[in-house]
């Protein structure tokens, strides 16, 4: 008996847990199926393809589809009632309605309701007649816009005070009928319900204009109802993880999404065989033409090169000659002033005793346009200021016609490199000091001589300190110039150093190459740095660059001694650090 009476303990506590008792984990309303709760899910009745009313009157469209499997897999009981979207919104904000299966979030909007992650991004456009200009939403004051009532862009419009004439309508079908029959300016709709309803009502003369809004598009409740809006949240998630919401989604909206009228993935698939065939019959003929092209293409760059050298020497050669014609006619008027400026200042000298008497005699009296209080202190330094501007105009004229005469073919001379450094430098100086405010040249005192063609590397030398003001990109970016002794290897050294952008690791092995340039959309040609580098390479020098990308570049040109004229240049020992470099080799 006593093992009897635990066998019916045992059964009583099993069908407690099986049958919950109200009150214990479930309110009392929820323990028979027959009394499940209904939720009533709200929509707008005409919103294709998202929600709408079909032809029996029945919900229909994505939303809808998407509502009815949630509620399936989460086992809930729904009835979903579409009516024009103010209604509904008044609905949910009364409790007459307990969720929106489709509302666009807004920040506004997240004050009074709470939302659920999106189901779909919808695209806001703006609707114009065909052939009136294109404008964004800044640009639709003082227009009228239509948009339906209660709407996202409704509420836009109003919250950001645009200042456009707001034409609230129940539907975006009467803003598009509206829009289509000549009334108002524009409107402001959803892009795919605005696309669908213009193909279904035959609305040809609209076009969207403007796409300026991307918003996330979702469930949404009274703000608070969180337990709801976590069903619904759970649905959804279950529904993308098994693949289901992508299906409904492809099935309403993705015909809207890509081309219409046109099967575009079977044209692709018969496109590809045919693709295929036309490569089999043409593979041959294209490798041969790729070869041919190769060919003339080789053919056509050295022929290009030989052009471009002829092309470049004759110009040397014509500024060779233009210089010298105008180096001599700006030396006339210069010798001219340089005899009749010390005439001047003698001739001042001795009218200044009688000026001077006058005005302590007179007082103070007007003495070319000034007074003579004034001149007396400024006309001595005015005339030695025009004499050495003069001199310096000649000095700078002398440099020109050196520069442009044509050296002897075999470099004999002996010359000093910062002789020839000063000079490069009065040359360009213009250059210099249009591309930098910090500009430094430091001379050794004790460079010995040098032999060979000086006017060669005076154009070595203004190639490099041109490259160098052509690599910086703001005047406070500095160039430094320095001049050096190598006791050890017996070389004189000119180092040119620029804080510029840097060369690319990949250029750094075409640098001297004839005709490579990353300047040539500014008219580089590509032929200094070539040039110089078979000038330094006769006189049995070497070119160096060292450059790190973004932090400039450094340029290091040795010249043997004319007591080791005939040595090849050691390599540079330094360790490069991570520097690229490159280096233009030499032949003894």
Known sequence: MRIGHQVIQLMALAICL????????????DAPDVAREVIVVGGDHYHPPYEFLDEDGRPAGYNVELTQAIAEVMGIEVRIELKPWSEVRRGLE?????????????????????????????????????????????????KEVIVQRGDIMHDYLIEHDIGAVVIPVDTHADALRALAAGQHDYALVANLPALYLSRELGLTNLVPVARPFSLRYGYAVRQGDANLLAKFSEGLAILKNTGRHQEIYDRWLGPLEGPEGIPWQKVGQVGAALSALLLLVLGAIVIWNRMLKREVAARTAELR????????????????????????????????????????????????????????AHGDFSFGGLPYSRMREELPSMIDDMQEGTRRIKRIVGDLKDFARQGGDEPGETFDLNAVVATAVRLVDNSIRQATSHFEAHYADDLPPLEGNAQRI???????????????????????????????????????????????????SRLTDPFFTTRRECGGTGLGLSVSAGIVHEHQGSLTFDSHLGQGTCVTLALPTAVKAATVPPGDERPSNGTHRHEEQDTP
């Open 458 to 508: 005076e154009q070595v030398v203004i190639n490099l300190v041109l490259n160098a003001c052509q690599a910086l990109q703001a005047p406070t970016q500095g160039i430094q110039l320095t001049t050096r002794h190598d006791r050890a290897a017996d070389w004189v050294v000119l180092e040119i150093r620029d804080e510029g952008r840097g060369i690319e690791p990949e250029a750094m």
């Open 94 to 142: 009364q409790g007459e309605i307990d969720i929106l299966q489709g509302m666009s979030y807004s920040e506004a909007r997240t004050e009074h309701f709470d939302f659920a992650p999106p189901h779909a991004i919808v695209h806001q456009s703006i609707f114009a007649r065909r052939g009136d200009p294109v404008v964004e939403v800044e640009e639709l004051r003082g």
């Open 305 to 360: 090169q030989h052009q471009q050298q002829l092309i470049q020497a004759d110009k040397m050669a014509s500024l060779g000659v233009l210089v010298s014609g105008v180096a001599h006619e700006i030396n006339n008027p210069s010798s001219l002033l340089l005899l009749n400026l010390p005439v001047l200042r003698d001739a001042y000298a001795d009218a200044e005793p009688i000026l001077e008497a006058h005005y302590r």
């Open 18 to 29: 099986i049958v919950p008792l109200p009150g214990w984990g479930q309110d009392e309303g």
